[in-house]
C-alpha cells in the first residue's frame, strides 16, 4: 500500500493524466471477467479480484493459501469444461497423471500442499522448458514429456500460516486467499439478503448479469467499430455503408451506455436496501473469525467457512420472526451468537471455553467501539517495560509487578486512572481490606472507582488484574455476564443422542479425548437405542498394519449403513490422511452410515478432516461429586452384588472416592501431581474385581482379616500407581493408600471421615443398592474445597492464578501484531527501543583464560562448576547481542528477516522471552522483564565469584546447571575425608538467616549455604524451626538461607523430617524428569503425609 501511494503521488506530481479514483486492476482485467470469475464462485471483494489476477495472469503458477477453500472451489469451477485433474503429491500415481496433463494441455490443480513438495515436480513448477531440435518438452522425474503451452498448473492447500521453503516463494507466486473480515461481510449479506428478501437478491443478481451482457455488447461494439475503421480504404465519407455501420453502431452503443447507467442508479438503490441487512452479516463475519482464530489455541479446533455458513444459515431459519426489520435483525444476531457459541463449545475443551466466550465478547465490543485494542493490551500483558518506576511501592501486600501495573494504569489511561497510585498512598488502609476480601470483584473499590466504571467495566478488570490476579478469571466471567448475558458463561450440555441428529453419511464426529475419558461405552449405548447394536455397529482400534482391514471395514460401512468407529486415530495419521481421501470419493453413501473417530489432541490431525466434521470434546466430570455420581451411574447393576462380603461395598464406594481425588487433584496443576496422569474408568472397573476377589477369597476361609497390604500394592503400585511414573507422585497415591485402606474405616467408636468441617462430612454412605448410593451422592456439595484432597486453600488462589496466566498467554497469540503503546509509535519503532535497552544491559563476554589463570594455584571442583557456567553464559551473550544486532538491521530493512528473528521481534513486542534466548538459559517461567532482572542479578554473581572468590551464601537459583555444583561439594568432600564417592550423600538443615547479608561466618570447606529457595505447598516457621501451614493467599514464600552438608549415606538418619523436591521452576518436574535439581530435608512436627498430600516443594525461581 505504501508502495502504490508513493508511485500515485508521483503520478500526480509529473502531472500525468490519472483517473480517479484509480484501479490498478482496471489495467489487469476487465468487468466482463471479474462477472464471469463471480459466477464461478470467486467471491466479489476487490481482494479475491485481485487474487483472481495473479492466479490467471501470473507468470509462474500459483500457490494459494485457501484455509476456506475459495481457491480450490473457484479453480474447480473454472476449469470444469477443461477436464482438470485434481491431484495431490501423496497419491501413488500422480506423475502419470501430470504426465499426460502436460503432454495435451490440460490443467492440473494440487490440493492439500503441505510443506514438503516433491521435488520430481520442481521442473514443472518452474517451468524448466527445453528445447531440442524443435520439440519443447520438460524433464519429469527421468522421462522427457512434451510441453503445451495451454498446460496449467494450480497448487492450494489448507494451512493458513504454511511454512514453505524459501526457494517455493522463488518459483510459484504464493497467494494468500485467506478471507478477510470485509470479504465474508459481503458474502454474508448476499446469504442474509437471499433469505430475507429474496426478490431483491434475485434483482441484484439479474442485474448483475445484464451488466455483464451489456458490457460484453459495449466491448463488441467498439471492438466492431475499430474493426470496420481500420479496414476501410479510401475516403471514409465516401463510404455509404461503414457512415451507416457506425450510425448503428453509436446508436446501439448509447442504448447500452442509457441501459448501463440506468444499472447503476438500481445498483445504488438495491445496495441501500441491502445496507439494511448489514450489521447481521457484520456480526456473522466477527464470529466466524472468533472461531478460526481457535486454531491459534488447539490445532484441532478448525473450523471450515462451510461448516460455518450452514450454521449461519440455520440461525436464520430459527430466529423469530418479526414485521419490524429492526427487531427482526435483533432475533437473528441473538439467534445467530448463541448458536455459534454453543457449537464452538461442542468441540472445544472446558479449560478454553471461557476464553472463547472472552474473545467473541471482546471482538464484538471491539466493534462497537467500547474496548480499544490499548485497553485489551494492558488488560493482556500488563507492564513489559524493562525499567522499573522510581516511584516506592507503598506496601509489601502490593506485588512489585502490581505496582509496574498500576504506574503504566495512571499514565496510558489519565482519565480514569490518573491519581490511582496517589489514591492508593493516601488510602493504603482502605485498599488493603479490600484486597484482603475473599471477592474483591464482587464489591465496591476504595476510592468510588467502582462507581466511576460503572459504564467501563472493562476497565474494571484492567484495575483487578494490578490487585489480584487469581480474581481476573472470576471477574472475565461477570464481565461476560453483564456484557453479553448469563448463557455465555454455560456451555451446552453435550449429548450424544443431538451429536447425532446434527450428524450425517458425509459427515464424520471427531471425539477430542481428554485424559480419563473414553466415549466408547456410550456410544455403544447410543448405538442400541437407535437399532445399531450388534453387528450394526463396527470398531477397531488403530494401530501399526491396521490400513488394510481399517479401508475393508470402510468400504463395508458406507455400502451397508452401518456404524464405524476407529479409535485412537492419532497412532496412524497417515491413514486418517488416506481416509480424508476416500470421504472425498464418495458421492452417494448408505443413508445409515455414519463414521465416528476417537483422537488425543495432536497438532499434526489432517485439517481436512476437522473442518468438514462435527468436533466433540468429552472429558470426565469436573468436581468430586459428579466424579463419584459418574462412577456409580456408569456402574452395572449386579456390580453391588458380586461379592458378599459386608466390607465390599463400602470399599467400592472408598474406591470410587479415592478414583475422583485423584482425577481431581489433575485440576490444581502442579502442586496436584508432577505429571497429567490418564486415570480412566477401566482402572477402576479392574480395581473393583481385585476387591471381589480378594475379598471373596477371604470370606470363603472365614478369615476375619482384611489383605490391606495386598489391596494397597495391587491397587496403589500396580493399577492406579502403573500410570504414575515420577517419584514424589507415586508418594502421594501411597499416602492415599494408607489413608483410605484399613481397619480405622470400620471403626465404630471414631467413625471415619474423608473429609468434614463445619458445612460438610464426607463419610462412607450405608449399605444399600447402587440407587442408594446415588441418592447419597447427590447429598453432596457441587463445589467443593481443595483441603478434601489434602490441599490448602491456597491451591485453589493458585489454580485460578495459573488459570488467568495461561488465558493472557494464549490471547496474546490472538492478538493483532501492530499498535504498540499508548505513545502511538508502531510496533517497530516499539521492537527497536526495547532492543537497545536490552544490548545496553548485555556484559561483555568473560575471559575466561584470565579466570582460569587467576584460580590456577587454588582450582577445585566448585572453580571448574564455575568455568562450564562462564562458558554457557558466553554462549547466551553472544547469542543475545548477535540476534539482537540482526534484529535492529532487518527493521532498517538492511537484512532479510528469518524465522528466528520473527521470533525475537513477536517476543520482545509482548514482554516474553525469545526462544533462541531459552535454549541457552536455566529453565524459566518468568517474562522478559523479570527475566532481565534475573540475568543482570547472574552476572553479577558470575562477576563476584570470579573475581573475589566463591561467596559466603551461594545464589543456587542464578546458576545454570546447579546439579553440578552440589556434585561439586560431594566430591570435594570425599578427597577431604577419603569417603566412597558412591556412597556419599547430602544432608540439608534450615539456618536461622532469613537475609543472606547477616551471614558472616563462611562454612567449613565441602560445606556450602544457599539462598534463592522458595518453598510451594507450606510456609517455614522460624521461631520453631519447621514446617507450617501456608499463610492465605501467599502460594510461595521465600526459605531462609539453606545449609548444605555432605554426609557419608550410612550416616543419615533423619526422623521427623519431609524429603522436600527441589525444582527449577514452579512447573517442577515433566515426564522425562527434567527439572528435579536435589531433594531437601525440612523439619516437621507433624506427620509427613500432611505435607506429601499438600503438594509441598521448594523451587529456585519463582514466576
Not at 445504488?268 to 466466524?288: E, H, P, T
Not at 488394510?548 to 463395508?556: C, E, G, K
Not at 491456597?794 to 490471547?811: D, H, P, V
Not at 520453631?1024 to 538418619?1053: D, F, Q
Request: proline residues 5%.
Amino acid at each position: 500500500m505504501l508502495v502504490y501511494q508513493c508511485w500515485q503521488d508521483d503520478i500526480m506530481q509529473r502531472e500525468i493524466p490519472l483517473s480517479q479514483p484509480y484501479r490498478i486492476e482496471s489495467n489487469l482485467t476487465t468487468d466482463v471477467e471479474i462477472s464471469t470469475w463471480n459466477s464461478e464462485n470467486l467471491p466479489p471483494d476487490e481482494l479475491s479480484v485481485q487474487n483472481g489476477i495473479l492466479t490467471i495472469r501470473s507468470s509462474r503458477f500459483p500457490l494459494c493459501i485457501d484455509p476456506q477453500q475459495q481457491a480450490l472451489n473457484w479453480i474447480k469451477k473454472r476449469e470444469e469444461k477443461s477436464n482438470l485433474k485434481v491431484l495431490s503429491f501423496n497419491d501413488p500415481d500422480f506423475l502419470k497423471h501430470l504426465d499426460m496433463s502436460i503432454k495435451y494441455g490440460a490443467p492440473v490443480l494440487f490440493q492439500d500442499v503441505d510443506d514438503y513438495i516433491d521435488p520430481v515436480a520442481e521442473n514443472v513448477i518452474q517451468k524448466n522448458v527445453k528445447t531440442v531440435g524443435g520439440r519443447v518438452f520438460v524433464i519429469l522425474g527421468d522421462k522427457e514429456v512434451d510441453w503445451d503451452p495451454n498446460f496449467r498448473m494450480y497448487m492450494t492447500t489448507k494451512f493458513a500460516n504454511p511454512v514453505f521453503n524459501a526457494s517455493v516463494y522463488a518459483v510459484a507466486v504464493v497467494i494468500n486467499y485467506t478471507v478477510t473480515l470485509s470479504g465474508l461481510e459481503d458474502q454474508l449479506l448476499s446469504v442474509v439478503v437471499r433469505n430475507e428478501r429474496p426478490d431483491l437478491e434475485e434483482q441484484r443478481e439479474s442485474l448483475i448479469a445484464e451488466t455483464s451482457e451489456n458490457k460484453s455488447l459495449l466491448q463488441v461494439l467498439e471492438d466492431s467499430l475499430l474493426r470496420e475503421l481500420s479496414t476501410t480504404t479510401g475516403n471514409m465519407l465516401d463510404n455509404v455503408e461503414l457512415v451507416n455501420t457506425l450510425e448503428n453502431t453509436k446508436t446501439k452503443a448509447t442504448e447500452v451506455m442509457e441501459k448501463l447507467a440506468l444499472a447503476e442508479e438500481t445498483a445504488k438503490d438495491i445496495d441501500k436496501l441491502r445496507d439494511g441487512y448489514r450489521s447481521v452479516a457484520r456480526r456473522g463475519a466477527i464470529l466466524f473469525f472468533v472461531l478460526s482464530d481457535m486454531a491459534s489455541v488447539n490445532a484441532m479446533y478448525q473450523y471450515s467457512l462451510g461448516s460455518y455458513l450452514e450454521v449461519f444459515a440455520y440461525s436464520l431459519r430459527k430466529a423469530l420472526p418479526h414485521t419490524i426489520l429492526a427487531r427482526r435483525l435483533m432475533n437473528i444476531i441473538g439467534t445467530l451468537t448463541k448458536n455459534v457459541y454453543d457449537y464452538g463449545c461442542t468441540g472445544i475443551f472446558e479449560k478454553h471455553k471461557l476464553l472463547f466466550s472472552f474473545q467473541m465478547t471482546v471482538k464484538l465490543e471491539q466493534n462497537m467501539g467500547r474496548v480499544s485494542q490499548l485497553e485489551l493490551d494492558f488488560f493482556i500483558k500488563g507492564s513489559v517495560s524493562l525499567e522499573k518506576s522510581t516511584r516506592e511501592c507503598p506496601a509489601k501486600w502490593i506485588s512489585p509487578q502490581g505496582w509496574e501495573n498500576m504506574i503504566k494504569l495512571s499514565n496510558d489511561f489519565q482519565e480514569t486512572f490518573g491519581k490511582l497510585p496517589q489514591d492508593v498512598e493516601d488510602n493504603i488502609d482502605e485498599w488493603q481490606l479490600w484486597y484482603d476480601l475473599d471477592a474483591p470483584e464482587t464489591l465496591d473499590f476504595p476510592c468510588g472507582y467502582r462507581q466511576a466504571l460503572s459504564n467501563l467495566p472493562f476497565q474494571i478488570l484492567m484495575l483487578l488484574r494490578c490487585f489480584r490476579i487469581d480474581r481476573v478469571y472470576r471477574a472475565v466471567g461477570d464481565y461476560i455476564t453483564e456484557t453479553m448475558g448469563e448463557e455465555y458463561i454455560m456451555p451446552p450440555v453435550i449429548s450424544l443422542d443431538s451429536i447425532f441428529e446434527q450428524s450425517s453419511p458425509m459427515t464424520p464426529v471427531v471425539f477430542i479425548l481428554s485424559p480419563g475419558s473414553d466415549p466408547t461405552a456410550e456410544l455403544m449405548k447410543l448405538g442400541d437405542r437407535c437399532g445399531f447394536g450388534a453387528g450394526k455397529f463396527k470398531y477397531l482400534s488403530l494401530g501399526q498394519g491396521q490400513e488394510p482391514t481399517a479401508l475393508s471395514l470402510l468400504d463395508v460401512a458406507i455400502s451397508r449403513g452401518q456404524w464405524l468407529m476407529f479409535q485412537n486415530c492419532h497412532l496412524l495419521l497417515s491413514f486418517i490422511r488416506r481416509l480424508e481421501k476416500q470421504l472425498e470419493k464418495i458421492t452417494k453413501p448408505h443413508p445409515d452410515f455414519r463414521l465416528w473417530l476417537t483422537t488425543d489432541p495432536v497438532n499434526t490431525f489432517p485439517i481436512g478432516i476437522l473442518q468438514r466434521s462435527l468436533k466433540v470434546v468429552t472429558e470426565p466430570p469436573n468436581g468430586l461429586k459428579l466424579n463419584l455420581r459418574n462412577t456409580y451411574f456408569k456402574m452395572h447393576p449386579q456390580t453391588l452384588d458380586c461379592c458378599q462380603h459386608t466390607a465390599f461395598k463400602p470399599l467400592v464406594y472408598v474406591l470410587a472416592f479415592f478414583h475422583a481425588v485423584v482425577q481431581e487433584r489433575r485440576k490444581y496443576d502442579k502442586i496436584g501431581w508432577n505429571i497429567c496422569y490418564d486415570f480412566n474408568e477401566s482402572d477402576f472397573n479392574v480395581c473393583v474385581t481385585i476387591l471381589s476377589t480378594y475379598l471373596t477369597k477371604a470370606l470363603k476361609a472365614k478369615d476375619a482379616r482384611l489383605p490391606w497390604n495386598s489391596l494397597k500394592y495391587l491397587i496403589g503400585e500396580v493399577m492406579y500407581g502403573g500410570r504414575v511414573i515420577d517419584d514424589f507422585d507415586r508418594r502421594i497415591v501411597k499416602t492415599y493408600m494408607d489413608e483410605y485402606m484399613g481397619d480405622f474405616l470400620f471403626d465404630t467408636f471414631q467413625p471415619f471421615h474423608f473429609y468434614h468441617d463445619g458445612t460438610v462430612d464426607y463419610v462412607i454412605p450405608p449399605d444399600g443398592i447402587k440407587d442408594d448410593y446415588i441418592a447419597s451422592i447427590d447429598q453432596l456439595p457441587l463445589t467443593n474445597s481443595p483441603e478434601v484432597f489434602g490441599l490448602h486453600p491456597n491451591a485453589e488462589i493458585g489454580y485460578y492464578t495459573q488459570a488467568t496466566k495461561e488465558m493472557w498467554n494464549l490471547l496474546i497469540e490472538l492478538q493483532p501484531q501492530t499498535v504498540a503503546s499508548g505513545e502511538g509509535i508502531s510496533r517497530e519503532e516499539f521492537i527497536e527501543n526495547v532492543a537497545k535497552d536490552i544490548l545496553k544491559k548485555i556484559p561483555e563476554e568473560y575471559e575466561i583464560w584470565k579466570v582460569r589463570r587467576y584460580f590456577q594455584r587454588m582450582m577445585s571442583p566448585t572453580v571448574v562448576v564455575l568455568l562450564q557456567e562462564l562458558e554457557r553464559f558466553n554462549r547466551l551473550i553472544k547469542v543475545m547481542r548477535r540476534t539482537l544486532v540482526q534484529l535492529q538491521k532487518a527493521l532498517c530493512g538492511e537484512i532479510g528477516m528469518d524465522s528466528v528473528l520473527d521470533n525475537v521481534a513477536y517476543s520482545l513486542f509482548n514482554g516474553q522471552l525469545p526462544s533462541a534466548w531459552r535454549k541457552l538459559t536455566p529453565a524459566t517461567c518468568k517474562n522478559l522483564g523479570a527475566w532481565m532482572e534475573h540475568f543482570e542479578s547472574r552476572q553479577q554473581q558470575y562477576y563476584n565469584w570470579s573475581t573475589t572468590g566463591e561467596p559466603t551464601v551461594l545464589w543456587i537459583s542464578g546458576l545454570h546447571i546447579p546439579e553440578t555444583y552440589l556434585a561439586a561439594l560431594v566430591q570435594i568432600a570425599c578427597r577431604l575425608h577419603n569417603w566412597p564417592l558412591d556412597r556419599s550423600t547430602l544432608y540439608t538443615y534450615v539456618t536461622e538467616y532469613v537475609d543472606p547479608m547477616d551471614v558472616i561466618l563462611r562454612p567449613p570447606q565441602g560445606n556450602c549455604l544457599l539462598h534463592g529457595l522458595y518453598l510451594e505447598g507450606a510456609a517455614w516457621d522460624i521461631e520453631n524451626n519447621c514446617l507450617k501451614r501456608s499463610t492465605p493467599k501467599v502460594l510461595i514464600e521465600k526459605l531462609p538461607v539453606l545449609g548444605v552438608v555432605p554426609i557419608e549415606a550410612y550416616r543419615l538418619k533423619l526422623q521427623n523430617t519431609l524429603r522436600t523436591p527441589v525444582y527449577t521452576t514452579s512447573l517442577r518436574r515433566n515426564a522425562m524428569g527434567v527439572g528435579l535439581v536435589f531433594e531437601a530435608d525440612l523439619r516437621t512436627t507433624e506427620h509427613s503425609s500432611h505435607w506429601v498430600l499438600q503438594g509441598v516443594c521448594l523451587v529456585l525461581n519463582t514466576d
